[in-house]
């Protein structure tokens, strides 16, 4: 188990030195945040802390997804998925160390967005602790999803479009740039679906301080979970994918 | 499976969709031995070799490898082995050291051991002096000898290596043939897949022959060409050269014909019966005999008796068989 966990790391820390750098993961991860932020919020009134952990979720979203959009399909055209194929490392493994590579970038990349947003907002971060551990939390399950959406993929060119046309989805239907109870019942009912609502909903919590235990646990179980469902399905797929 | 085993293969198949890519392969590999599967592009070596070491599964059929079923201990299989594809497969991106400590990583080489173990692998392969560099400036002999290192940084029993000579230029080939046979003359089982005859004949010490999928026959080189030395070979050659294939097989006593540069080789059951027709042939086409000379077999010819294929089947590379599989397709 402690072997698996330490190859898992390997994994994520030779995609950190191959992938971080990549063009699209600069152009998706570090700016769409802030393009959709600026098409869709400004000037509309709207709470500042729910523009913060907005802002911030996507940027988690974006960093942790986009990693894996262009490692995975990559890696199996030209062949190097192979070398982990046929080293002794399982496919849950795999799927483990891509989506830790993809947590690092969307890590860095909500700090990022922090340290710029929360300043020039005006605004107070009432619980560091809570926040990190919702950021961390939210980009392990968006990094999971990245890895699941572009495991059937064999290059980038056929993986991106579906993997930005669902996180586009999921910013308007999970409380980003709309609030989620403001939608329509059966747009409510998809948005309590998705993994970006709840990572919402987490951070605007530790920005306010104003926290309902019950609805953070269940945000912080409901990330767990996508986690969770996200890799099986990914490992489903690779697997799939050898046959 | 005998304890003498590395590889025993009972009835692998796979198939891609419809088309049957391995068809019931069966054959066995021992320990320290140099094998080969040779066969023409196309015909399930790689396929093969991909199921072995794990990289897709077989529709049906078993496999041992290192004394542990792929099916179920795919894992401890691939501890043991090490595998050099026909295409790199390492990171462009990073350098060669770096590759190699990442494939010691993954391999649970100990971490005092990667560095010394890298070190040594680069000096032996002659890289060591490019180790900072990133590997996609390399030149392809490079890229295949930092693969081979790169499968050999865990020590494993066994060296799975795919086509490892296609495509290199005559020196960085040599070497790399040079250096598989070093490696079997230390103790590791080679399992090495090719459609150069020659280089089969020359390296393995058994030959699985694979057409179409199927294993047709395996046996060491020499006693595949015992199994046609009933058949004896004219090669002739003649001034002027001209393509003369269909007529020298219209001759009596003459079975089949190949060109081998500006020679000729005529297979027949009784040389002695075709050497008069052959001069009263030159003679009647106006033709100088440059030479004529009996060969005994060669594993080429072993092989094309075998599979009914001819020599220049074997010389097609692979690109063009995909050109081909897709214009048909298409």
Redesign the interface.
Known sequence: MSKSIIKAVHIAKKDAKIYFFKWPNITFGLSLPAIIYLAFSVGKPTEISSTVSGLVAMAALFGAGAIQSVALPLERATGTFDRLLTAPVSLTTIVIGKALGGLFFGIVLSIAYSLIVIPFSGTTLTNPFLFTFGVVLSAYAFSALGVCISAPFRDIPEAMPPATLIRVAMVFLSGVLIPVATLPSFLQTIAHLLPLTYAVDMLQQAMTGQIAAQLLLLDALALVAFSFFFSVIAVLILRRTLH | MSPESAVKVSNLTKYYGDLLAVDHASFEVCRGEFFGLLGPNGAGKTTTIRML?????P?SGNAVVAGSDIAHQP??A??R?G?V?E????????SAW?NLI??A????VPKDERDKRAKELLELFGLYERQKDRVGVFSRGMKRRLTIA?ALIHRPDILFLDEPTTGLDVQSGRMIRNLIKELNESGTTIFLTTHYIEEADQLCQRVAIINQGKIIAVDNPEKLKATIEEHHIIEVSFSPVKDLNDKLRSLKHVSSVSRVGDKFRLHAEDASEVVPILIDFGRENNLRIMSINTLKPSLEDAFVQITGLSPEVMATEKDQVRREKSASVG
């Open positions: 070491t794990g990289q897709t599964r529709t894992i401890k691939k501890e082995v595998v594809p295409v790199s497969n390492l990171y462009d991106e990073m770096d990442f494939t990583q993954l391999y649970d790169a």
